[in-house]
């Protein structure tokens, strides 16, 4: 497992320059515009792990992998374990810029940075399989899809509920919801669709064939 963190985080050293430049440019925005580009840093991170997968599928790089000693549902694993780190790490600096900034401490920052991790914890959940299986082009077309399929349904919803004049905030109010059992649910769910997402990868990693 070491080992292939190792491996993986000097694979994307190269890419290190383009993540310090967006990093200087996103201390130069106005501090407004601080809080979204948490999001954008986040979502740098999580890209990370299906570039070292390419590299790995690249001129049947697999084969000599897994030559190794190293199973399958180690590698796997130290995928998402990879993009974890990097994507925490990415929203965190991105976290402790816009709070520079913004020369304070703002709760909607905050908020904004947890919702992005459990964006990242969905992200790897649907890219790592999809990376596994249908290689590089195919993947990335499926998930940009899947992810604007997402945002369609919920953006009909919306309107929907405007069409229908139904208040919606004024009906989860009404259910009086505790903020941090919505979180605390929130956070199992993430995770369960991740665990799940673990066990599909190593499914279709098992029946691969090199």
Do not use: W
Not at 21 to 44: E, K
Not at 123 to 146: D, H, V
Not at 158 to 176: E, H, P, W
């Amino acid at each position: 497992m070491k080992g292939l963190l190792i491996k993986d985080f000097r694979l994307t050293k190269n890419q290190l320059l383009s993540i310090l430049v967006f990093a200087v440019i996103f201390v130069l925005i106005p501090s407004s515009y601080a809080a979204s580009g948490i999001g954008y840093m986040t979502i740098i991170g999580a890209m990370l792990p299906l570039s070292t997968i390419s590299y790995d599928q690249f001129d049947n790089g697999e084969p000599f992998l897994f030559s190794l000693p190293i199973t399958r549902k180690t590698y796997v694993v130290e995928k998402y374990l990879f993009g974890l780190t990097t994507g925490t790490a990415m929203c965190l600096s991105g976290t402790a810029i816009a709070i520079l900034r913004q020369g304070r401490f703002e709760f909607a920052t905050f908020a904004a940075a947890f919702s992005l991790l459990l964006v990242l914890f969905l992200l790897l959940s649907i890219m790592i399989p999809f990376q596994l299986k249908f290689g590089p082009e195919k993947s990335r077309y499926m998930t940009f899809g899947i992810v604007g399929l997402l945002t369609a349904a919920g953006f009909l919803f919306v309107k929907a509920a405007q069409f229908l004049k139904i208040d919606i905030s004024g009906a989860l109010n009404q259910l009086n919801i505790h903020p941090g059992l919505v979180t605390g649910a929130s956070g199992v769910f993430v995770i369960a669709v991740l665990l799940l997402s673990v066990k599909i990868s190593i499914n279709i990693m098992n029946r691969k064939d090199f």
